[in-house]
């Protein structure tokens, strides 16, 4: 194993070697390796390269190192900037879990379940991904391909995330099959942008990738006072709810059925929407 200190060692050992595992927390690498699902010849640990750690802002955005932890995205100071972030941190996994586990190793997972990805989807995020070739930017949409696939090279490292800081409320809500420390059936992330005048919403575990509902965010953004937001009438919730399912295209599986997916989502989206407008 080789103990990084500088993202130039890192890109330096990945490109000597692009065989080679990536350490971050290791909450998903490790479960692979207990049940012999990976056996990595060579391992790179990252925990402790300074440019991977922590969260900045700057010019009206948040810049989070790969290496943030859920539970430093749990923090308040954090929360207030990013909420639906913090939201989605704090339904991940047990305490143990959330102080190992790390932003760029959600992205990296590319898992339909990911907790972070939706409301990092929703934000618009642009995701730094950095090799000894050079750096270059991706979308989550560019990122994400598919269910664990991503369009990372071997010799690439995600470095940060940006996201814009935004005027507005903004909401995650989860269903799983317990309260706690549980993997996703369904979840919402929504946005509201006070500045630009938008309902932006991304979904999660009900697509390979996560979705935007880009109809619902056009609609419900005509429908709104802006001017003097207040909760919509029942019918409003309800449609509203009704145009972000059709966005999923979820599946039947061992935690839930593609209806009950789909139900999930339009209760969520009407919830969320009610509360960021109140």
Request: charged share 20%; net charge negative.
């Amino acid at each position: 194993m080789h103990v990084a200190e500088s993202l130039e060692e890192v890109c330096a050992l990945l490109a000597d070697d692009p065989s080679a595992s990536l350490l971050a927390g290791g909450t998903d690498f490790m479960v692979e390796v207990n049940y012999s699902h990976r056996r990595p010849r060579s391992v790179i640990a990252i925990d402790r390269v300074p440019e991977l750690t922590g969260w900045r802002q700057s010019n009206g955005h948040i810049e989070l190192g790969a290496a943030m932890t859920y539970a430093e995205m749990e923090h308040p100071l954090f929360a207030a900037y990013v909420p639906a972030l913090a939201q989605a941190a704090r339904t991940v996994g047990s305490p143990q879990i959330r102080n190992a586990g790390t932003l760029g190793g959600n992205l990296a997972t590319a898992s339909p379940a990911g907790d972070t990805l939706p409301p990092l989807a929703a934000l618009g995020a642009r995701v730094r991904i950095c090799s000894r070739r050079g750096s270059r930017e991706a979308s989550i949409d560019e990122l994400i391909v598919g269910p664990k696939k991503t369009t990372l090279a071997p010799d690439e490292v995600i470095v940060s995330v940006r996201v814009p800081a935004l005027d507005g409320p903004q909401e995650f809500l989860k269903v799983g099959t317990r309260n706690a420390m549980v993997i996703s059936v369904a979840t919402v992330a929504l946005i509201l942008d006070r500045t630009q005048r938008s309902v932006r919403v991304a979904l999660g575990s009900v697509a390979p990738v996560p979705v935007r509902a880009a109809e619902a965010e056009r609609w419900i953004a005509e429908v709104v006072d802006w001017d003097a937001p207040a909760v919509p009438a029942d019918d409003i919730l309800v449609r509203f709810g009704e145009l972000v399912a059709a966005a999923s295209s979820p599946i039947d599986d061992h935690r839930s059925t593609a209806d009950y997916r789909r139900h999930a989502v339009a209760v969520m989206a009407s919830r969320a929407l009610a509360r960021v407008l109140s």
